[in-house]
């Protein structure tokens, strides 16, 4: 846009006049009288000031704030009037305004700003246009990204591209939509683009290969056993499964192997989980022997039902140790009363409690049909007798008697013994409602014992008596080093059965790899593998288990671009400086700097800015003089210089008068500056000029304008 701008501005004539006719009235000048005369108040002249825009396409509305009101235009100036003199006022430019095109939008070089009236009385708001600049990743949302996300750049400038991988993915291919945009280098997972037009950029990404391995134990040797991983299932009868996948996300099953007809089954610890390479790599699956157990009753009317009542597999033992109890209750009828337990072939299964309980513990030996047998008479009544009794607590640990007790129907009942009984009871008043303590403190520092079932009911009055087992357990603490450094473990801190194999595993980060497994003590807490990042964990005490993490190393490259042969350039990493200079090699300079290998983790550089050129009022400064490298995996640094003149200004003549900006500065070649000349008491501008004359100004006249800077230069408003 553009349009007459006036020279000079008059002051108000209408205000001069009210002076004048002020001082007649209020008897400021007398006719002869001799009356008392009064000090008239001072008047306050008023003013407009006017903002001229360059840079915006004819017919653009733009919008400026000055002292609180906003006025819109969509011609090269806006303009505010009856502005009061003598104060400063503060403005501002709506930005940005959008373009007609997709992906460009106008901004302006200064935002916002004062004014001093009627010291200044005009202000040039230089608009440049922008870019869109969206950068993306393939595969999307494995590689951290600059820029974050859709940004807005000057046409024309070089712009730092870059991706960051996670760990397990290195950096292809740069490209991009736009023709009209140019790609200066390239750099490890860094590029320059200079945006000749809006653009879209996809980074490719290449995702290395990892082996996924599974590990069993359990099994007799020669069985077969399968996974399947994704929708792919691999079968081995080897004690180890190996495949070969690139980085990612994959789910896994492990199946449950049934044989013998159905009557056993060999169920896997972890009968799920997943890979995510290179942080979790391997699964250790561990195995047990699960047997068919049948329950069943007599048929014909003395029977009555068991809880389960149906058909189930259970386990024979932990893995490699303690067998597994399992417990039934049998429950008369109204006609009925339990008479005994049976086993329909012997050594199917082995009971651990009196026959003649109604609350059964048994461990499956093979595929097992137990009975309850009943025999005709009356359930109690009004006078029942009810028993619990609790198995897996010593009667003394260090010669002392541990005690238990059981809550029924609210009231605590307590003792030392293995059975607590409780006469007289009126099963129809009753709740049949039981809980017992758990854990109980073993008198050993972390070993405990823990009720299978800690809470149940009674079926009063077919149900009289509860058989409640305690399994010693120990305390297991797992945990990390370095703390608070980002890997997990799996499982977590807690209570683990005396002879039972845990699997367990660590998944390492962007930081931090798996090294190995310690333990507390390895007599009572022994590792399969140590250095496996998925093992078995066999507990036969407590303690502790820390996975211990490495850092991951990573070297880190500095490669400049913008600065001639010749030049030596230096970046602090780490504290340490690192310097080299610029050579002349085929057809381009290049310089790159090389740090060695680093532990992942969080460092400032920052990089030697300005540096002096060989002509005077020259100088090179970096685009970005500093940041935060934080947990790299592709760490190949662009560094940018751009050229830069010094640029002074000074207000000639005799008269007085200043400019702005007023203190010398250096800008980047080829920039655009807003300069705003004002008058002093006594003094008028008259002209613009400058020392060299490859300077292009909007207007050499007016007192607001811009300046197109090639060079360096000494930019001079004149007064008179």
Known sequence: MSESRPACRARDIAVIVAVIGALFFSGG?????????????????????????????????????????????STGSISFASIPG???????????????????????????????????????????????????????????????????FPAGSEVTVEAVPIAGYTVGTF????????????????????????????????????????????LLPGTSWNVTVGSTTYNTTASSLSILEPAGYYSYSVATMVEDGGLFEWV?????????????????????????????????????????????????????????????????????????????????????????????????????TLQANFVPGTPCSSNCKVTFTEIG?????????????????????????????????????VSGSWSVPSPIYSGTPGLYFVATSASGYLYLPYQTSQLIQYVEEAYVVFSVDPLYSGPSVTPSTGLYPIGDNVSISSM??????????????????????????????????????????????????????????GAVWGVTFNGNYYSAVVKFIGKATTSTLSIPSMPAGSYFWSVTSPIAATRPGEQY??????????????????????????????????AGGSILPSTAAFYDDGSTIAISAINGSSATFVSWSASNSGTLFGSTSQPSTYAGIVAPTIIRGSFS
């Open 29 to 73: 000048v007398g006719f002869g009288t001799s009356a008392a005369r009064s000090t008239p108040a001072a008047a306050v002249s008023t003013y407009t000031t006017t903002f001229y825009e360059t840079g915006l396409p004819n017919g653009t509305t733009w919008s400026v704030t000055f002292n609180g009101t906003t006025s819109s235009s």
């Open 86 to 152: 003598g104060q400063s006022y503060f403005w501002t430019i709506s930005s940005p305004i959008a373009a007609l095109a997709w992906g460009e939008q106008y901004a302006p070089t200064v935002t916002s700003g004062g004014m001093q009236v009627p010291e200044q009385l005009s202000q040039e708001v230089v608009f440049q246009l922008e870019y869109l600049l969206q950068v993306a990743s393939n595969p999307v949302g494995d590689a951290s990204l600059t820029p974050a996300g859709p940004t807005y």
């Open 175 to 218: 490209t991009s939509v736009s023709l009209n945009s140019k790609w200066i280098v390239f750099q490890g997972g860094s590029a320059i683009l200079r945006l000749g037009a809006p653009s879209n950029v996809t980074i490719k990404l290449h995702a290395q290969s990892y082996v996924l391995s599974f590990n069993e134990s359990g």
């Open 268 to 368: 896997p610890s972890v009968p799920y989980g997943y890979f995510y390479p290179p942080f979790l790599t391997s699964a250790q699956i561990v195995y047990t022997d699960w047997w068919l157990v049948n329950f069943t009753v007599p048929s014909g009317a003395a029977s009555g039902f068991t809880i389960p009542s149906s058909s189930a597999y259970y386990p024979s033992t932990y893995p490699h140790r303690l067998p597994v109890k399992v417990f039934v209750d049998a429950v008369s009828s109204s006609t009925t009363n339990f008479s005994t337990w049976s086993v329909k072939k012997k050594g199917d299964a082995t009971f651990y409690s009196t026959t003649s309980d109604s609350t059964a513990a048994f461990v499956a030996r093979a595929g097992a």
């Open 393 to 429: 607590i010593p009667s003394t640990i260090h010669g002392i008697q541990v005690p238990w007790g059981v809550t029924f129907n609210g009231s605590f009942l307590g003792g030392s013994f293995t059975s607590i009984s409780v006469n007289g009871v009126n099963s129809s008043a």
């Open 508 to 565: 390492g980060t962007q930081s931090y790899g798996f090294s190995r497994w310690t333990t507390s003590n390895g007599s009572v807490l022994s590792l399969l593998a140590a250095s496996s990042a998925s093992t078995d964990l066999e507990v036969t005490g407590p303690g502790w288990v820390n996975a211990t993490f490495s850092p991951r190393m990573q070297a880190v490259t500095f490669t400049q671009f913008g600065l001639p042969a």
């Open 621 to 654: 400064a970096a685009t970005i003089p500093d940041a935060v490298l934080t947990d790299f995996t592709d760490a190949g640094q662009v560094v940018v210089f751009v050229t830069q003149v010094r640029v002074a200004f000074a207000a000639t003549g005799t």
